[in-house]
């Protein structure tokens, strides 16, 4: 076997790593591919791949007694070990945020990654254009999402979910509560922090179109829709940054162009959209009517909340859907949705006699598709009582076997994942 084939099939492996990763979505499930068992060295660098060479090895773990990466990275020549790294501390927030987030003590792995990345290939400290001109910009991009995604994350587990006008940084609002006071200035440094991360991932996208070298994958699909999130927070609630996001209406609005592109390329990017236009009607009229959201909490909008931090394992329970607001007159008798532990079963239900599974032929689901979008347009999203901020919500991970694809074919996620990379 020569150096190259050897390389490809190291960064085939490394492929199934970060695969491992992104299905993940902080289940409490072990890893396939633990890190902390890997006997594989990190995937060489451009040059050396490109010349078919290795110059050196370098491998995850000491305890295989090998050459250790401690090294500083001052460009993208090694920039896939990057972007490994980068999945791996990922995947590692998300399981932090699903076993209790602030509950648990707190992670600064991403600290620790981002640190040994020089300011050449970190955005917003190097413009994305300057690797755009060395046809580096979706390396760029990839690097730079990541880390923004992972601060991100861990900032929006602290604050309100549902802030008041005049709310400013602060910690949480609902339980669990922090022991101890932050010191003067640390909120809002977090909160600085947060709403700049979610204003440059909608920046790095913004940009890639601009250089013409846009990107639609669900992994840049998922980060505009995290960030949206926090853009449409700060816009309706300013205060929660002091005053300091001036482009959050813009950015705003570039994320629903992006996400409205995106929509016609994936299917979960109309899952995205539409619980963003639940979570912005949610915000505005927060907003607008303070008394009638008064006092109100995390746990009054857990289905919202799950699908926004896109990491929850199972449907709310009866307990966890009641209504609290009132709804919109035109949805006032719409049918409940289906209390299922799958959305295919869900989808079987309102789709009566024809099965809408993995094994569902096309001709069937061709049958059968017009009859359960139409019914998904307007039941999936609202609980019986046509409550839209308590709703079920179909993942990311639950799109598998849904009859969604462009074909109308039964999506098929393993034959779609390639491309996810």
Same mark, same amino acid.
């Given at each position: ?88 501390? @990922? ?49 760029? +991009? ?13 900032? %929006? ?28 200035? @640390? ?9 700049? =991360? ?14 013409? !070298?846009?990107?639609? !994958? ?36 570039? #994320? ?6 995106? %929509? !016609? ?5 109309? %899952?995205? @959209? !539409? ?13 607008? #009517? ?21 990491? +929850? ?19 006032? #008798? ?5 209390? =299922? ?63 969604? +694809?462009?074909?109308?074919?039964? @999506? ?10």
């Amino acid at each position: 076997m020569t150096e190259l084939q050897s390389e490809i099939l190291n960064r085939t492996f490394w492929a199934c790593f970060v695969m491992d990763r992104l299905v993940f979505c902080g289940k409490p499930q072990p890893l396939t591919l633990p890190l902390h068992s890997v006997d594989v060295h990190w995937p060489v660098g451009q040059r050396d791949f490109a010349f078919g060479q290795t110059t050196s090895r370098i491998y995850p773990n000491v305890e295989h007694s090998k050459v250790i990466d401690h090294a500083k990275y001052h460009d993208l020549d090694r920039v896939y070990t990057l972007i490994v790294q980068g999945y791996d501390v @990922w995947s590692k927030i998300l399981q932090w945020i699903a076993g209790g987030g602030r509950r648990r003590p707190s992670t600064r792995q991403q600290v620790e990654w981002r640190d040994r990345q020089d300011t050449s290939i970190r955005f917003p400290d190097t413009a994305l254009e300057v690797h755009a001109s060395l046809g580096q910009a979706h390396c760029f +991009a990839y690097l730079n999402l990541i880390y923004h995604l992972c601060r991100l994350f861990l900032g %929006r587990e602290y604050i309100p979910f549902l802030p008041t006008p005049t709310s400013q940084p602060s910690g949480p609002v609902d339980p669990p509560l922090l022991a101890q006071e932050a010191p003067s200035g @640390w909120w809002e440094e977090r909160a600085c922090e947060l709403f700049a =991360s979610s204003a440059h991932i909608t920046d790095i996208l913004r940009r890639l179109d601009a250089a013409a !070298t846009p990107f639609f !994958t669900p992994f840049s699909g998922f980060c505009a829709f995290s960030a949206a999130t926090m853009n449409a927070n700060v816009l309706y609630f300013p205060r929660m940054n002091l005053g300091r996001s001036t482009t959050a209406a813009a950015d705003f609005n570039a #994320d629903r162009a992006y996400l409205d592109r995106f %929509r !016609t390329q994936w299917a979960i990017g109309a %899952r995205w @959209w !539409t619980a963003i236009e639940t979570t912005q009607r949610l915000y505005e009229r927060a907003g607008r #009517d303070q008394n009638k959201f008064i006092g109100k909490t995390r746990t009054d909008f857990l289905a919202l909340e799950a699908i926004i931090n896109h990491s +929850a394992s199972s449907f709310p329970s009866e307990d966890e859907t009641d209504t609290h607001m009132e709804p919109r007159d035109h949805l006032r #008798d719409l049918p409940a949705t289906p209390r =299922s532990s799958s959305v295919n079963e869900g989808l079987a239900t309102l789709a009566g006699n024809h099965s809408v599974s993995g094994a569902m032929s096309v001709r069937n689901s061709t049958q059968v598709q017009p009859q359960i979008q139409s019914q998904l347009d307007t039941a999936l999203y609202y609980d019986g009582n046509g409550n839209e901020w308590n709703a079920i919500w179909p993942l990311w991970e639950d799109q598998i076997g849904i009859a969604f +694809a462009s074909d109308h074919a039964p @999506w098929d996620y393993a034959a779609n994942s390639a491309s996810m990379l």
